[in-house]
């Protein structure tokens, strides 16, 4: 092994060959360990109901079946609908929740605004304290008229103090020279801030948007409170929905002595997690090193 300094091959010694050695086995095992419970996540989706109560799972198929997904695609028009509104809801909640979180951090990390810290206060306080879930829904419900509006699965989310904390952290990181620098030239200050700051917070925005897309991509509470129409079900659910109406039929039928063995309810459990967590499996490779570098920043000082 060797290592390339500005062209000048460096030679390792056998201790320090040994000691990248020892962590890649190390790395690897935890890799495989933190793979596994997803592996036998989708062998069980993909197992027969009867050999999972009888067998277990397992990192293979038992009596391969696709009974569970079946039973989930069994309307796919439904499917595909749930899929189109948890995308919407995702994708306009991580586009206006970064744009107030990210003006917001810009607001209060500037040491020349007057009622900074009664702002803060402000913010920080409702971290502390709030109205409860009951004022909640009323507000939502009786103030704002969100009953059966998409508005309700995106406003309750959109805003997270924590989130503004990481932010306001990535924005005082910042030097202070940008912005005299731009006020000298003559920008404004929507022109500074969309023009010069914005475009150095990507990675605490790459970091509170992967924050954002999974919170608004799992969520089923705000859909359980205000949404009655089932057009405007999220992913997440409408697959609660459907569990729930499973495990109601096999109740039923438990109480009538129909035997329901074919009937899938822990595989179906797997197969909706599978179904579930897949798009964002997918898209966390492509974030992956501003999150990284996200959640570092500040334990470094310079």
Sequence with gaps: MADNVQGIKIKKSPST????VICYIVVTAVALVCLLPFIMLVSGSFSSEHAIQTQGYGIFPKEFSTAAYELIFKTPATVIRAYGVS????VMGIVLGLLFTTMTAYVI???DFKYRNQLSFFFYFTT???????CTYIFYIQYLHLKDNILALILPSMFNVFHLLIMRTFVSALPAALIESAKIDGAGEYRTFFSIIL?????GMATIGLFLALGYWNDWYNAMLYINDENKYPLQYMLYSLMQKTQAMAAI???????????PSNSLKMAMAV???GPIILVYPFVQKYFVKGVTVGSVKG
């Design 17 to 20: 060959k040994l000691f990248f």
């Design 87 to 90: 995308i919407f809801i995702t």
């Design 109 to 111: 990390a500037r040491k």
């Design 128 to 134: 502390l304290f709030n109205g409860g879930m009951v």
């Design 199 to 203: 475009p150095l917070l990507k990675s």
């Design 253 to 263: 039928a438990g109480k009538a002595n129909i035997q329901m063995a074919d009937m």
């Design 275 to 277: 179904v579930a967590t």
